[in-house]
T-cell receptor, first 112, second 111 residues
Framework: NAGVTQTPKFQVLKTGQSMTLQCAQD?????MYWYRQDPGMGLRLIYY???????DKGEVPNGYNVSRLNKREFSLRLESAAPSQTSVYFC???????????FGQGTRLTVV | SQQGEEDPQALSIQEGENATMNCSYK?????LQWYRQNSGRGLVHLILIRSNEREKHSGRLRVTLDTSKKSSSLLITASRAADTASYFC???????????FGTGTRLTVIP
């Protein structure tokens, strides 16, 4: 049982490049989330998906897009990376709202 | 920002002492959760307290919730070096399916 799997674990991008961060969960959870973590800022919610087929903006959605491909997978896309998007990105899932969340190990992204 | 605030930002104690960290939040909530993050790793859920509960225990953890003050505290008793980590509170806002995190407290337990 792998839980929440994020790929890649590390990535370096040049300004203006695009990339997609992948997240998959094998726990049959309905809700999935993308966060970014910056020093001193805690975790900030980028986008979330309450259930398959729905996505909603969080606190800091600008510069990102998401796709809930199916119940298992929730991807985060940076269309034109900027240095301000240098961060550690975490994906999380949970069965439904008001339950505990399970986190992936994170993707460390550097934009130069 | 919808983030909560945690206090203190950093805490250093001797092994065997108790550690207390506090969380304040802004909106009406269904529940408040505490998570732990070891350096370079993902977050791990510790405990969930519902808005109609005032106190909850799990092993060496004790959580309190005061909805009138929009605040919570996490007490770790008899701390161990292995408790060294960052601790975050997170809130499930009433009527929503998002989960907002505080800024975290970095706890160092000195052996």
């Amino acid at each position: 049982n792998a839980g929440v799997t994020q790929t890649p674990k590390f990535q370096v991008l040049k300004t203006g490049q695009s990339m997609t961060l992948q997240c998959a969960q094998d726990m049959n959870h309905n809700s999935m989330y993308w966060y970014r973590q910056d020093p001193g800022m805690g975790l900030r919610l980028i986008y979330y998906s309450a259930s398959e087929g729905t996505t909603d903006k969080g606190e800091v959605p600008n510069g990102y897009n998401v796709s809930r491909l199916n119940k298992r997978e929730f991807s985060l896309r940076l269309e034109s990376a900027a240095p301000s998007q240098t961060s550690v990105y975490f994906c999380a899932s949970r069965p439904v709202s008001n339950t505990e969340a399970f986190f992936g190990q994170g993707t460390r992204l550097t934009v130069v | 920002s919808q983030q909560g605030e945690e206090d203190p930002q950093a805490l250093s104690i001797q092994e065997g002492e108790n550690a207390t960290m506090n969380c304040s939040y802004k909106t009406s909530i269904n529940n408040l959760q505490w998570y732990r993050q070891n350096s370079g790793r993902g977050l791990v859920h510790l405990i969930l307290i519902r808005s109609n509960e005032r106190e909850k225990h799990s092993g060496r953890l004790r959580v309190t919730l005061d909805t009138s003050k929009k605040s919570s505290s996490l007490l770790i008793t008899a701390s161990r070096a292995a408790d060294t980590a960052s601790y975050f509170c997170a809130t499930d806002a009433y009527g929503a399916n998002n989960l907002f995190f505080g800024t975290g407290t970095r706890l160092t337990v000195i052996p």
